[in-house]
């Protein structure tokens, strides 16, 4: 019996990881469960993540909590190598670009244990921003490559990573939104916010360059005023944002706004049909860009660069700088009816997983 650790640290590694630990239920000699670091960790939404998922609750939880950079990653560090030694395993695999992603493969490297990265190569040339450093040096230091896109594979080769150890096979992220769907059709969240298919704009906005400073969240509620003249517009709002707009004293400027509809963060169904069935979305996520691509739904991105370019080359995506008169100019353009083709990028197809897990089940057995 093989055994393997998925980590998860936060909410987008759910929607990553459970469709993996479904392929691994197929494979009777690989023994495969969750450690998850609680980098990042509501109850009531890691609850809600598991059942609409149909995950199994992590065997370890490492409590890690919040901190600066250095504090989360050593952190993690220290308690996942305890976890290491307990555990033994034959394989670690990490998702996407979080702090936890890092200090995992870090930990489990150095104990010589081989490191999987499930969503490797994606790079948006922006070295400033946390994420684009961690899937650097993760990236740089693992055994097996797991890419969504053609980016991720040029990104590798260009950065000399063994050819031999990437393997293009698709979007876990999609694997999960291919589940949920045929899950939706109890979902009542339209009925209980009182929203109508296509008549509201869904945005959500997180990132500390777009919400850290006083000027563009002030410029960001312009906008959304901008928006509820012509739609309604739901804003399922990250704690992150919600305590800056209370810190600059914005909280009169957005009650003010009318036709605004303000939720707490929602479960993975909840958001997945407020995102089908909305008009568009403006977000500055990462993975949203993917998800409206895979659902034909529009997408307007506001940050100054991307790591998911597929979604802009192939999707439904448009990335505009983050400033008031670029976004203005886009969103009227969409409030318009102006929008553009998009296609669904190749191997998005539901399978991701499959493919993952036969290749880690084929590497595992020739490491007997």
Same mark, same amino acid.
């Given at each position: 019996?093989?055994?393997?650790?998925?980590?998860?640290?936060?909410?987008?590694?759910? /929607?990553?990881?459970?469709?993996?630990?479904?392929?691994?239920?197929?494979?009777?000699?690989?023994?495969? *469960?969750?450690?998850?670091? %609680?980098?990042? =960790?509501?109850?009531?939404?890691?609850?809600?993540?598991?059942?609409?998922?149909?995950?199994?609750?992590?065997?370890?939880?490492?409590?890690?909590?919040?901190?600066?950079?250095?504090?989360?990653?050593?952190?993690?560090?220290? @308690?996942?190598?305890?976890? $290491?030694?307990? @555990?033994?395993?034959?394989?670690?695999?990490?998702?996407?670009?979080?702090?936890?992603?890092? #200090?995992?493969?870090?930990?489990? &490297?150095?104990?010589?244990?081989?490191? #999987?990265? &499930? @969503?490797? %190569?994606?790079?948006?040339?922006?070295?400033?921003?946390?994420?684009?450093?961690?899937?650097? &040096?993760?990236?740089?230091?693992?055994?097996?490559?797991?890419?969504?896109?053609?980016?991720?594979?040029?990104?590798?080769?260009?950065?000399? =990573?063994?050819?031999?150890?990437?393997? *293009?096979?698709?979007?876990?992220?999609?694997?999960?939104?291919?589940?949920?769907?045929?899950?939706?059709? %109890?979902?009542?969240?339209?009925?209980?916010?009182?929203?109508?298919?296509?008549?509201?704009?869904?945005?959500?906005?997180?990132?500390?360059?777009?919400?850290?400073?006083?000027?563009?969240?002030?410029?960001? $509620?312009?906008?959304?005023?901008?928006?509820?003249?012509?739609?309604?517009?739901?804003?399922? /709002?990250?704690?992150?944002?919600?305590?800056?707009?209370?810190?600059?004293?914005?909280?009169?400027?957005?009650?003010?706004?009318?036709?605004?509809?303000?939720?707490?963060?929602?479960? =993975?169904?909840? *958001?997945?049909?407020?995102?089908?069935?909305?008009?568009?979305?403006?977000?500055?996520?990462?993975?949203?860009?993917?998800?409206?691509?895979?659902?034909?739904?529009?997408?307007?991105?506001?940050?100054?660069?991307?790591?998911?370019?597929?979604?802009?080359?192939? %999707?439904?995506?448009?990335?505009?700088?983050?400033?008031?008169?670029?976004?203005?100019?886009?969103?009227?353009? =969409? $409030?318009?009816?102006?929008?553009?083709?998009?296609?669904?990028?190749?191997?998005?197809?539901?399978?991701?997983?499959?493919?993952?897990?036969?290749?880690?089940?084929?590497?595992?057995?020739?490491?007997?």
């Amino acid at each position: 019996m093989k055994k393997v650790i998925s980590v998860v640290g936060a909410r987008p590694n759910f /929607m990553k990881v459970a469709p993996i630990h479904r392929a691994f239920e197929k494979y009777p000699n690989i023994e495969h *469960f969750l450690v998850h670091t %609680g980098q990042h =960790y509501d109850k009531n939404m890691s609850d809600a993540f598991f059942q609409d998922l149909e995950m199994p609750h992590p065997k370890h939880f490492l409590s890690v909590g919040s901190g600066t950079h250095a504090q989360q990653t050593a952190k993690v560090m220290v @308690e996942f190598e305890r976890i $290491l030694e307990l @555990e033994k395993p034959d394989l670690v695999i990490v998702v996407g670009d979080v702090n936890s992603t890092v #200090a995992c493969s870090l930990t489990a &490297v150095k104990l010589h244990i081989p490191v #999987a990265h &499930v @969503e490797s %190569g994606l790079r948006s040339g922006d070295r400033e921003v946390p994420e684009e450093i961690n899937r650097l &040096v993760t990236d740089s230091i693992c055994d097996i490559a797991f890419v969504t896109e053609e980016s991720g594979k040029r990104n590798l080769l260009n950065e000399n =990573y063994p050819e031999k150890n990437i393997h *293009f096979v698709g979007n876990t992220m999609i694997d999960s939104q291919h589940f949920a769907l045929r899950k939706l059709a %109890g979902n009542n969240v339209l009925e209980r916010l009182g929203l109508t298919s296509k008549g509201y704009v869904l945005s959500t906005v997180h990132r500390p360059s777009n919400v850290d400073n006083k000027e563009q969240m002030s410029d960001l $509620l312009d906008i959304f005023e901008l928006i509820s003249k012509r739609r309604t517009v739901v804003i399922p /709002m990250h704690p992150r944002t919600k305590k800056n707009i209370e810190n600059f004293g914005l909280t009169e400027k957005l009650e003010s706004i009318e036709n605004l509809v303000i939720t707490e963060p929602l479960g =993975y169904l909840d *958001f997945l049909n407020l995102m089908k069935n909305c008009d568009f979305v403006m977000t500055d996520s990462g993975g949203i860009q993917e998800e409206t691509t895979a659902l034909g739904v529009d997408c307007i991105t506001i940050r100054t660069t991307t790591e998911r370019p597929s979604t802009i080359e192939l %999707g439904t995506n448009i990335l505009v700088q983050p400033n008031k008169n670029d976004i203005e100019k886009a969103v009227n353009r =969409y $409030l318009s009816g102006d929008r553009k083709d998009g296609s669904i990028p190749y191997l998005w197809d539901g399978n991701a997983a499959e493919r993952i897990a036969e290749v880690i089940s084929n590497r595992l057995s020739e490491s007997k």
